[in-house]
């Protein structure tokens, strides 16, 4: 079955500062990853996919994550965090049961002081 | 483009009441649409998978009595909670699959329901 593992419940990070959110999978075949953000009392907005091509992928608002097949991981990056920047980051993987379903992780929650 | 909506956005009803809660895609059709179940500070949980003029598939665990799906066009998709208790309170999120884009989903806001 796939999963995605997001280790850390929370990242604290200060303003200015690069930030790095992770995510591990576990697939059978060709993963096809994403990121999404989600701000209080809403739902998912989406920020990145990696389906294959080029290991470093880039998004909205300025964030990028790199998958790693070896490390089996597809952390989220972004050089320089903002204080709006805090909100709940989830990663999911595509289900290869069910092309159309996404399985996510427990979500990372990531604070971005001032 | 891409956008989802959902309607009401908080609802609040009594024990024994139905509510229906609306998904619609305003922007582009969506063959399918996903409805979502999150606890507080919980991941999203799958209730099931709507496909247009078809019966939806529900996720292990899912009563379908209980989760009434319509997805009766390809713009708009409907979750009806039955008979609903206390313990149904919780943030409904739907999302839709465009037809063109194979595998990004598209959110919406979310539904707040809360059963006294």
């Known amino acids: 079955a796939q999963s995605v593992a997001q280790p850390e419940d929370q990242v604290n990070v200060a303003e200015g500062n690069p930030l790095t959110v992770k995510c591990t999978y576990s697939v059978s075949g060709n993963p096809y990853l994403f990121w999404y953000v989600q701000y209080p009392n809403r739902g998912l907005q989406f920020l990145l996919k990696?389906?294959?091509?080029?290991?470093l992928v880039k998004g909205s608002y300025g964030f990028e994550a790199e998958f790693n097949k070896s490390q089996t991981s597809f952390h989220l990056k972004k050089p320089s965090a903002l204080v709006s920047d805090s909100a709940l980051y989830f990663c999911?993987?595509?289900?290869?049961?069910?092309?159309?379903?996404?399985?996510f992780g427990t979500g990372t929650r990531l604070l971005v002081s001032p | 483009g891409a956008v989802v909506s959902q309607h009401p956005s908080r609802v609040i009803c009594k024990s024994g009441t139905s509510v229906k809660i609306e998904c619609r895609s305003l922007d582009f059709q969506a063959t399918t649409m996903f409805w979502y179940r999150q606890f507080p500070k919980q991941s999203l949980m799958l209730m099931a998978t709507s496909n247009e003029g078809s019966k939806a598939t529900y996720e292990q665990g899912v009563e379908k009595d209980k989760f009434l799906i319509n997805h009766a066009s390809l713009t708009l998709s409907t979750l009806t909670v039955t008979s609903a208790h206390p313990e149904d309170s919780s943030f409904y999120i739907c999302?839709?699959?465009?037809?063109?884009?194979?595998?990004?989903?598209?959110f919406g806001p979310g539904t707040r329901l809360t059963v006294t």
């Open positions: 999911a993987v595509r289900d290869s049961r069910s092309f159309q379903k996404l399985v």
């Open positions: 990696y389906i294959t091509g080029d290991n």
């Open positions: 999302s839709a699959r465009e037809v063109q884009a194979s595998y990004e989903q598209y």
